[in-house]
């Protein structure tokens, strides 16, 4: 079992990492909490396959357990189901001096968390992270949210976790396309930060627990250096930019997440390329590894750049664009609207 500590003054906490660590998640949340009970959210899809074995250690050490549970998918990171998330808690009585427990993917880790910090002003809550991306992305960070039918995660907060158990077993049993979906989160990790990491994927020759600890310590350091989201923690969006117009243009059907910004973060580096701020032979890089992940680096759907520009132009504010250097390293690049509108 590896452990990571995330150093965030005054809410310091440890990330654990390894195979098969979910029946040791009792006594692992011991090391943090006094809680009598705990509430443990999941989806339908998590439930049968993992909450048995939480629920179990859970008892073990002493808290009493109860699980709510919510339909899979995006849709639940919504109000409706987060009412639904409060009477789970009303009903079991959750004190503050109880833990709250996401079990699941990023929707579930989103959900879960916004419900701990706002549930009676906030009740401590742990992450268990079952997605490949909930463990190298949305569980690190304390970035938690619902939607609104408006657009995505407008309702939220910063709240950070007591502790995350990362249980790498549970990536067995993901739908091959769930799992080459956080992958794009993981080379996107190795293009911004660390051309090591990127050359290690390139090479496909690695151990699963490793890329995860080296991808939270990734975000970690990004986090720890801005964990407000005002500046630094913006080259996480690599990729992104271009990936939210294919996601809008695509009514987020055709592509997941993890491809929609596949394709940007190509899109990204080409475009850096043509500016000549990104080294030649980036982006062929960069297609060669999506590649052999399972991942597309291009779109046949018609999609107009220019969209990304449109509340830009009514604000009348800078776009800033996350572009490499070379693999490894980003910059943010601020662009006035009408001068991106040429380029694009
Ligand atoms: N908070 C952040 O910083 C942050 C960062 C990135 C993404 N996110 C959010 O994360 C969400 C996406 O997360 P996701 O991709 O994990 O989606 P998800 O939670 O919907 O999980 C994907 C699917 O896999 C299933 N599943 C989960 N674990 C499984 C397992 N071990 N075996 C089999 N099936 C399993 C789920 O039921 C679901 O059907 C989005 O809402 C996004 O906004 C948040
Ligand atoms: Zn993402």
């Given at each position: 079992v590896r452990e990571l500590r995330v150093h965030i003054p005054q809410r310091e906490y440890s990330i654990f990492i390894g195979a098969g660590i979910l029946k040791a998640s009792g006594a692992l949340l011991r090391q943090c909490s006094n809680a009598a009970k705990a509430a443990v959210i999941t989806d339908e899809n998590v439930l049968p396959l993992y909450a048995a074995v939480v629920e179990d250690s859970l008892r073990h050490n002493g808290f009493a357990p109860a699980t709510v549970v919510v339909p899979a998918g995006e849709l639940s990171k919504s109000a409706d189901v987060l009412l639904r998330v409060y009477d789970g808690l009303l009903a079991m009585e959750l004190t503050r001096s109880d833990l709250i427990v996401a079990l699941g993917g990023g929707v579930v880790g989103d959900l879960a968390g916004y419900a701990a910090a706002t549930y009676l002003r906030g009740v401590p809550f742990a992450q268990m992270p079952t997605t490949l991306l909930a463990q190298v992305d949305s569980s690190v960070g304390g970035k938690v949210a619902v939607n609104l039918p408006h657009g995505k995660n407008l309702i939220g907060a910063f709240y950070q976790p007591k502790m995350v158990i990362t249980d790498t077993g549970t990536l067995d049993t993901l739908p091959p396309r769930v799992f080459a979906d956080g992958m794009g989160e993981i080379i996107k990790h190795g293009a911004i930060a660390d051309a090591s990491l990127f050359a290690v994927l390139e090479s496909g020759h690695w151990d699963r627990e490793e890329i995860i600890y080296a991808n939270c310590d990734i975000k970690r350091r990004v986090v720890e250096a801005d964990e407000y989201d005002t500046?630094?923690?913006?080259?996480?969006?690599f990729g992104h930019t271009f990936g939210h117009v294919i996601e809008t243009a695509d009514g987020f059907a055709r592509y997941t997440h993890g491809e929609a910004v596949a394709i940007g973060m190509v899109m990204a580096a080409e475009f850096g390329e043509r500016l000549g701020v990104t080294a030649a032979g980036t982006a062929a890089r960069l297609k060669h590894v999506l590649t052999r992940y399972q991942l597309p680096i291009e779109t046949d759907m018609a999609c107009d750049l220019r969209t990304m520009l449109l509340d830009k132009k009514r604000s009348g504010g800078k776009l800033h664009l996350v572009l490499l250097r070379d693999i490894g390293k980003a910059a943010i690049h601020p662009f006035a609207v009408a001068e991106l509108e040429k380029l694009l």
């Open positions: 500046g630094g923690r913006m080259v996480l969006n």
